[in-house]
DNA sequence: TTGTATGCGTTATCAG
DNA sequence: CTGATAACGCATACAA
């Protein structure tokens, strides 16, 4: 606790101005070399930092950045955060981090209090805010990224899961493996990309001359629950293939397969999205559409730079495409 | 982008003195009733929200605490996270983010980066910092509480995972299920609890009178590498039970004895460490050592609340210990 | 009950 | 090249 010196100690201890102490802090050149050396050796020797709280309040820049998310204990969020942290971390910018758990109160109270704290930027994923809340809010929080959430503003990029075409490709690869009865648990209404991917789901069916079954088509209302009872009514309704939307849901249909008696992929195949650790360790390993989770928090991280450095053009809007890869929970039927 | 309001603003449209409009922020008694309605229409009205960085250069008080962890994406982490994020929420207090990949340097000057942000307190995990320094910085970056880490020094608490009473307690079940062969992978050398888990096994194994193999005692270099070689190993040195020092690493070890057709828990059984949400998905669902991850979170952020508060005693030192939970991954030899 | 003066630790501006 | 002065937005102490 031994009280932190000021710039103002150092100046008196090394016999000059703050200002100059400052000057050699931010590498101004206007400094001669002897007198910069010294002031060093000052710093050096009282292990003297400056205050990034009142550097701040003069810059109006805070080199932190506030991110947003629903539940870092999903996996698909913890990668994209490590993603964008690291990235950050090369720009020497910070995170400040808020869980909303979907909470729109909880949500708000942050996205107020991240502006309070003046971030440079903000990094939202998934908001339950509504359309005209958020746009109404953007010119306040700017310049801030969108998870999943493509909202056409100025201040504000998107960077989106293809979603539809994910489900469009995860139904298809069950349709060629010869499955023709094929389930869908579609994730929680929250989840904004659920629609997307019915949608890449029953084109995926059209295309291939198969008719669309409402009893195939089941949702889950809280997330990761009342899977076993959604999937025992896929089971009774007949369907050889389930794609699910997380490979933690299609965990929970496995096991609900095994429980009915059924086997994955004997009697049933099943395919995951996002493409997390889980689905490489499982038995059996987890056909999903996969998603370079690390390089869309890369991704991410470079948008909302470019947007606070305002030297270089961004993407307003990047799309991101899974790709199916193949386990051992899916087979030609 | 619209600029900022301050109090002065307010002050001069409610035609108060910003004395006035600091006192309602604050909710100091001393404002009669009517001025007080009048400010607050005026703030309402504005939307004015006061910088918490100003506020913070004068109150020497930024209500917002650092966390240092290796790694987000280790479930392990993701989960304690999750309970010290929701327990600083409910008494207003923010989290900084930093994960370190076990980099010494990284770790280092993050936690200079922290201290110049004037954060009110850290949460250290697993510091790759020897003793001798670690202590050396504790002056200057308390409170903090360690995770994983009894140093004993003013103004540091430690929360401990009770690590040789959880390889005990593994160990100890699966001697009981009748295996007398046990082999135990060691996590990597910066997982300071390996030592102890080891110490655990030892003693379990001691305790039945069982002898001391030191071929069945391997250990992980890198994170998660090499699992597959060493689990080959120690099948050919005849075991039938292993110990794993995480879920993840007990899944990989799964992976390579299905590949070696030796079955689990038919011919190995396996124990894995955490509890996390992997090991009651994972087929076979794993026996684990269960801890109370989001628990301890709690208890961490409780600690480091009671420390900057300093108005109650704190635990210098918690113990959590792990708790033996069933799955299908083990069973009677 | 309200207002005035002062300072938190830094950078920016302008003189010298 | 260097130093004095003001400013950032707020809270604290004291005065009215």
Redesign the pocket.
């Known amino acids: 606790m031994g009280?932190?010196?000021?710039?103002?100690?150092?100046?008196r201890l090394a016999?000059?101005?703050?200002?100059?102490?400052?000057?050699v802090?931010?590498e101004?050149?206007?400094?001669?070399?002897?007198?910069?050396k010294q002031v060093l050796r000052v710093i050096e020797e009282h292990g003297?930092?400056?205050?990034?709280?009142?550097?701040s309040?003069?810059?109006?820049k805070t080199n932190t950045v506030a991110l947003l998310l629903p539940d870092i204990k999903n996996p698909f969020f913890a990668e994209i955060v490590c993603g964008i942290e690291r990235t950050l971390r090369e720009k020497q910018m910070n995170v400040f981090l808020f869980t909303t758990d979907e909470d729109l109160e909880r949500e708000v109270s942050f996205i107020n209090l991240a502006q309070?704290y003046n971030v440079d930027g903000m990094i939202l994923c998934s908001p339950r805010l509504d359309d005209a809340n958020l746009r109404k809010l953007i010119p306040n929080i700017s310049p801030v990224v969108l998870l999943n959430r493509d909202l056409e503003a100025d201040g504000a990029a998107s960077v989106m899961v293809g979603a539809q075409h994910g489900g469009y490709t995860a139904t298809k690869h069950l349709i060629e493996q010869g499955h023709t009865r094929i389930g869908i648990i579609v994730g929680p209404p929250l989840a904004r990309s659920s629609v997307k991917r019915l949608e890449g789901y029953k084109k995926a069916l059209e295309e291939h001359g198969l008719s669309i079954d409402p009893e195939l088509i089941v949702t889950v209302e809280t997330p990761n629950e009342g899977i076993h009872r959604l999937t025992q009514h896929l089971i009774k309704n007949k369907v050889t293939g389930i794609t699910t939307y997380n490979d933690i849901s299609a965990a929970y249909v496995i096991q609900a397969c095994t429980e009915m008696n059924m086997n994955v992929p004997g009697d049933i195949s099943v395919i995951g999205f996002d493409g997390v650790i889980l689905s490489q360790v499982m038995n059996p390993s987890l056909t999903t559409m996969a998603l370079p989770l690390f390089e869309m928090g890369e991704t991410i991280a470079n948008t909302l730079i470019k947007m606070i450095k305002g030297t270089e053009p961004y993407e307003r809007l990047t799309n991101i495409y899974p790709l199916l890869k193949k386990g051992n929970s899916t087979r030609v039927k």
């Open positions: 009280k932190k010196l000021t710039i103002n100690d150092i100046a016999g000059v101005s703050r200002q100059t102490i400052s000057r802090l931010n101004k050149e206007e400094v001669s070399e002897a007198t910069r003297f930092q400056p205050s990034l709280q009142a550097r309040m003069v810059t109006r309070n």
